[in-house]
Each structure stands twice: as C-alpha cells, then as structure tokens.
C-alpha cells in the first residue's frame, strides 16, 4: 500500500508542513495545498448483483480519471475544481449519457469549499451544473425515441418525458448526493484528530437520490490502523452498517412518486389520493422488506500535504422481503493517484 519512492517525497515536500503525528500519538490530517496544484486519480468502479440463488444477475463496470485542482485559498479554506475525463462504462445506459455528453461538449468541472483543514464544506455550484444537464435531455429524447414507430411516437408525450428527464438529471438535490457519493470519503478525515488504534463511534447521515428519506442515519465505526500509519502516510478506516424496513421503503416509494408527478405537473389532489393509497397498503399488512448496508472504506493520506494516495470502497447492500426473493448489490471502487511512468 505505502508507496515508498524517491518521485513522491519530490511531489509532496511542502515549504512549512507540519509534522501531523504528535507527541502524544495521535494523527491529524490537514491540507497544506498550494494554488495550482493539480492531481489526477484513476477510478475502477464495479457493480454485482447477486440473486437469493448465488447467482449473478448483472455485473457492470465504469472508470474514468478524477482532476482535482486548488483553485483558490485564504486563511480559512480552499476553493477547489473537480473535473471527470475518460468516462467510460459497460451499463449501456450510463456509456450513452457518457457519449451524449462529449458529443454536446457537457463537462462542467464541479466546484467545492474545503476548510483550511481540508474538511468538505459545499459544493458551489450546484444550479451551474443542473443547467448544463439542460443540454443532455433533447439529445436523450431523440435516441431514446429513434426506434418507436410513427404510431408510437405520436401518442407519446415528449413534453412529459421531457420533465421526468430534467427531474431525475438536473435535480440539484440529485446531483449533490452523486457528488458527495464521488468524494465525501476523499475528504472524510481532514480535519480530524485521532488517537492511533482508537475505535470512534458516530452516527453517519445516509443520502439518497430520493426526497423523503433524507432523516436516515447509520453507525459508523473510525479509526487509524497503527500497523500502516507512519510519519509518511496514514492509513484510515471505517465500517458503517444500517438496517432498514418498511418505513423507509414506503419513504423511498413516496420520494419516487414525488418526483415523477412533480415533473408532469400532477394534481395535488391525484398527489395526495396516491400518497393515501400506499400509506393505506402498508397500514393493512406488513411488506417484512429488509434493507442492509455494509461499508468498508480505506483511504492512505499523505501527512505532510493532506493529498489522499489512494481510497476503496466496499459496500454491500442486501435488500428484499423476509419471506420472498432478496438481491444483494456489491459495489467495489478504487480511486488511486496517477504518479509520473516509471515512479510508481
């Protein structure tokens, strides 16, 4: 894991960094970037699905490379740049938005506020991003739409496609949690100040692409291994577990609907008779649906500069009902710095 090499004390030797394991043997990660600095990451993402049978039902890959840049700073945080390059994917749908969005010329880098430590604060421009997705939907439509029949494409309503579209990709809500997805670990330690060895304890908040169920929170276990961490480079773990049951799949349910009669301008009243209809069937009896998530993340920092190494993601997350079929969803992700040929 250490990447011990003569490249990388040349990369990150900066003028005044401060030794950030101390005296008493705890560690504390902290930036000390500098404007102009730029690295780029190599990201592998899998996803496995796996039936109550053993059996894999899909198995989809992506990669791309993550470009951060400082862009700004003052004595109390940075400004930083996000830009994805190389996006490539075998779920068809998701290479599809891919090619639409070089062939549209769609890559707004993101643009987020780190304290001076190196804490995530927000992301800055959110309403930026949602427009430049405007440019995606016409396109969409029209593949989308390439191989239905005249018949067909005179009873469909392009202007409601439309909408749902532009609810499900330009939702500024919907773009922060896939953001904070990307990088939320990247930047989860900054900050902080931790005894080497010592489990820390806390109650993480759980984002979802859906409104509704925003108030979802799980146990998280933190904590520096002390047989990888060094005056080099830290070594930070965690484990967080959640289970979840009817409530929230209802929530979920709710969120979903939302966001769909939002988009066609639906009635309150059609709003409000659906929302009654689902509370209704889940008052009645009990779905017994089941809903488990483990995550095991290791990031290696770099103490003298505060610039992550490398980070991985496992997460594995099994859902279904007590008495029917359940899928088990394994997500593996890697996200390494990309160092100069021949200084790995």
């Given at each position: 894991?250490?990447?011990?090499?003569?490249?990388?004390?040349?990369?990150?030797?900066?003028?005044?960094?401060?030794?950030?394991?101390?005296?008493?043997?705890?560690?504390?990660?902290?930036?000390?970037?500098?404007?102009?600095?730029?690295?780029?990451?190599?990201?592998?993402?899998?996803?496995?699905?796996?039936?109550?049978?053993?059996?894999?039902?899909?198995?989809?890959?992506?990669?791309?490379?993550?470009?951060?840049?400082?862009?700004?700073?003052?004595?109390?945080?940075?400004?930083?740049?996000?830009?994805?390059?190389?996006?490539?994917?075998?779920?068809?749908?998701?290479?599809?938005?891919?090619?639409?969005?070089?062939?549209?010329?769609?890559?707004?880098?993101?643009?987020?506020?780190?304290?001076?430590?190196?804490?995530?604060?927000?992301?800055?421009?959110?309403?930026?991003?949602?427009?430049?997705?405007?440019?995606?939907?016409?396109?969409?439509?029209?593949?989308?739409?390439?191989?239905?029949?005249?018949?067909?494409?005179?009873?469909?309503?392009?202007?409601?496609?439309?909408?749902?579209?532009?609810?499900?990709?330009?939702?500024?809500?919907?773009?922060?949690?896939?953001?904070?997805?990307?990088?939320?670990?990247?930047?989860?330690?900054?900050?902080?100040?931790?005894e080497i060895d010592e489990t820390y304890k806390m109650e993480e908040p759980l984002s979802f692409v859906f409104p509704g169920v925003d108030n979802i929170t799980a146990n998280t276990n933190i904590w520096v291994d002390g047989e990888f961490?060094?005056?080099?480079?830290?070594?930070?773990?965690?484990?967080?577990?959640?289970?979840?049951?009817?409530?929230?799949?209802?929530?979920?349910?709710?969120?979903?609907?939302?966001?769909?009669?939002?988009?066609?301008?639906?009635?309150?009243?059609?709003?409000?008779?659906?929302?009654?209809?689902?509370?209704?069937?889940?008052?009645?009896?009990?779905?017994?649906?089941?809903?488990?998530?483990?995550?095991?993340?290791?990031?290696?920092?770099?103490?003298?500069?505060?610039?992550?190494?490398?980070?991985?993601?496992?997460?594995?997350?099994?859902?279904?009902?007590?008495?029917?079929?359940?899928?088990?969803?394994?997500?593996?992700?890697?996200?390494?710095?990309?160092?100069?040929?021949?200084?790995?």
């Amino acid at each position: 894991m250490k990447k011990l090499s003569i490249i990388l004390i040349v990369l990150f030797t900066a003028v005044g960094a401060s030794a950030q394991i101390l005296p008493d043997s705890t560690v504390q990660i902290c930036s000390n970037w500098a404007v102009g600095e730029q690295y780029d990451y190599y990201v592998d993402k899998s996803v496995k699905k796996v039936n109550s049978q053993g059996d894999t039902t899909t198995n989809e890959l992506t990669s791309m490379i993550m470009r951060f840049e400082v862009i700004g700073k003052s004595e109390s945080a940075y400004q930083m740049q996000l830009t994805y390059l190389d996006e490539k994917s075998t779920n068809q749908q998701t290479e599809l938005i891919y090619q639409i969005s070089r062939e549209s010329g769609v890559n707004m880098p993101i643009r987020f506020t780190t304290s001076q430590h190196g804490t995530l604060m927000s992301i800055d421009n959110l309403e930026e991003i949602a427009a430049e997705y405007e440019k995606l939907l016409d396109p969409i439509i029209e593949i989308s739409t390439a191989n239905l029949t005249e018949a067909e494409k005179k009873t469909l309503d392009t202007s409601e496609l439309r909408e749902v579209l532009r609810a499900m990709l330009c939702n500024p809500q919907t773009i922060q949690t896939g953001i904070l997805d990307d990088i939320g670990r990247l930047y989860f330690f900054h900050g902080a100040r931790l005894e080497i060895d010592e489990t820390y304890k806390m109650e993480e908040p759980l984002s979802f692409v859906f409104p509704g169920v925003d108030n979802i929170t799980a146990n998280t276990n933190i904590w520096v291994d002390g047989e990888f961490t060094d005056e080099y480079s830290a070594v930070c773990r965690t484990y967080t577990c959640a289970e979840l049951g009817d409530e929230f799949l209802v929530d979920a349910v709710e969120g979903a609907m939302d966001m769909v009669t939002d988009a066609m301008a639906v009635p309150d009243s059609l709003k409000t008779q659906l929302k009654e209809e689902i509370n209704s069937r889940s008052d009645k009896q009990s779905i017994g649906y089941q809903f488990i998530l483990e995550q095991y993340t290791t990031e290696e920092v770099h103490l003298a500069t505060g610039w992550p190494l490398n980070l991985y993601i496992n997460k594995y997350i099994k859902a279904g009902t007590s008495a029917g079929e359940t899928e088990e969803t394994i997500e593996r992700r890697s996200m390494e710095i990309i160092l100069p040929d021949g200084n790995e």
